[in-house]
Structures are given as C-alpha cells and as structure tokens.
C-alpha cells in the first residue's frame, strides 16, 4: 500500500545550521506531497507542498523537490532559527483513494538552539 | 486568516463513556476528515465526509466511530464506548475541494484521555 517513510527525530541543530530531514514516499499512482509543520500547542500548518515529479515547493526559506526517481521530497532550509522549532510532517495525498486522503509519515521534532 | 477549530483541547473519559469532539471547518469548504494521532505514533486517516455523508473511512473508523454535520458550521466525531486505546490526539480537517492536490487545513486538535 501507499506510506510515507520519514528520518527519526529529534534532531537538534544550532540556529544557521543547514537542516535536511528525509522523506521517502511508496505509491501507486502520482501523488501529491506536503510538509506540515506543527509548532507547540497549535495545528498542522501546510509548510509547503509539490503536485507533480520535478516540481519544488518553497516556503519560509524551506525546500522540498519532488524526485520521482528516487520517490522521496526531502525538506531542506539553508540556515534555521530557533523559531523553527516544531515537528515536520510529511505526507502524501493518497491517488488511490476516492478522497485524497493524506498518508502521513511519524513526523521529525526539530530543535534549533541559539 | 480563517482557520479550522476544534473544542475541547482536552478531554479526559472513563472507558465506556460516549465523547464528542466537535469541529468548526473553514466555512467555504465542502470536504470534512478526521484524523488521529496515538502519542508517537503516525498521524492517521479515519474519515472523510462530503455533501453530507461519509466518502470513505478506514479500518479504524468502526461502528463505534460516527461523524455528523448538525448544521452548516458543525462537524462532529462521536464515539460512542470509548476504549483505552481511543486515547489520541484528533485532528479535523477541510478542504474546498478534494482533488490528488486539495490543500487540507487542519485544526489544533483534541486530546482524548481515556482512563
């Protein structure tokens, strides 16, 4: 079936630090892919999201390319700041349900020290 | 900027009660989900819900699990006997639309205690 494998947490970096945390996806058919970012005490926030192979979402100075090759949409950030503490999901839209539904992975807590 | 919410934040049950989680999706939106999160596990599906009926549930979602729109703001999840491993984080979320790239927004959530 459809999954979303993501890297165990937590990962902690020092504020400017370049972050990376993998996301690796199985499907049939051509999902979409997202990352959600969830901050202390609230919802899960779209971060950014990619709808087809090649394509790259941006958002905030976060990056993620759609590799269909690879099949994964690893999140990037060139220098993170402590407020981007929170845990990351990503997830997919499912193409082989009636309702896109999501499929999500076990979310990474990141911590970013000053 | 509208926003999906969800009350109470916190519920703590005995096993065997009935709970209702209540949710206020974005008000143009027409696609409902439920989802839930069992502490460090997965975020997952339970329930879809369009033009007032269910479009697809999970093997989660059992006879005990039923959603209800009660009017045109309103989306609920009822569990009607609740179980110890019904204790989750759960999340409501809509849509506009629910195409392969619908963007769903989620709502803060609420934790289910079952003692």
């Known amino acids: 079936g459809n999954s979303v494998t993501q890297m165990e947490g937590p990962v902690t970096l020092s504020e400017e630090a370049f972050l990376t945390i993998n996301c690796t996806y199985t499907?049939?058919?051509?999902?979409?892919l997202f990352w959600y970012v969830q901050y202390p005490g609230e919802g899960l926030q779209l971060l950014l999201k990619a709808t087809k192979a090649d394509d790259k979402g941006s958002n905030k100075g976060f990056e993620a390319t759609y590799r269909k090759e690879t099949t994964s949409f690893h999140l990037e950030k060139g220098s993170v700041q402590v407020s981007d503490s929170a845990v990351y999901f990503c997830?997919?839209?499912?193409?082989?349900?009636?309702?896109?539904?999501?499929?999500f992975g076990t979310g990474t807590r990141l911590k970013v020290l000053a | 900027e509208p926003e999906v919410t969800q009350t109470p934040s916190h519920q703590v049950t005995q096993m065997g009660q009935e709970v209702i989680l209540r949710c206020v999706p974005i008000?143009?939106?027409?696609?409902f989900y439920w989802y839930r999160q069992i502490l460090g596990q997965k975020v997952e599906f339970l329930v879809s819900f369009y033009n007032n009926e269910i479009s697809e549930k999970s093997e989660i979602f059992d006879d005990q699990f039923s959603v209800e729109r009660p009017d045109g703001s309103n989306f609920t999840l009822k569990i009607r006997s609740t179980k110890l491993e019904d204790s989750a984080m759960y999340f409501c979320a809509s849509s506009d639309w629910g195409g392969w790239s619908s963007e769903q927004y989620f709502g803060p959530g609420t934790r289910l205690t079952v003692t």
């Open positions: 008000s143009n939106h027409l696609y």
């Open positions: 997830a997919l839209s499912d193409p082989t349900s009636g309702t896109y539904k999501y499929i």
């Open positions: 499907a049939t058919g051509y999902p979409s």
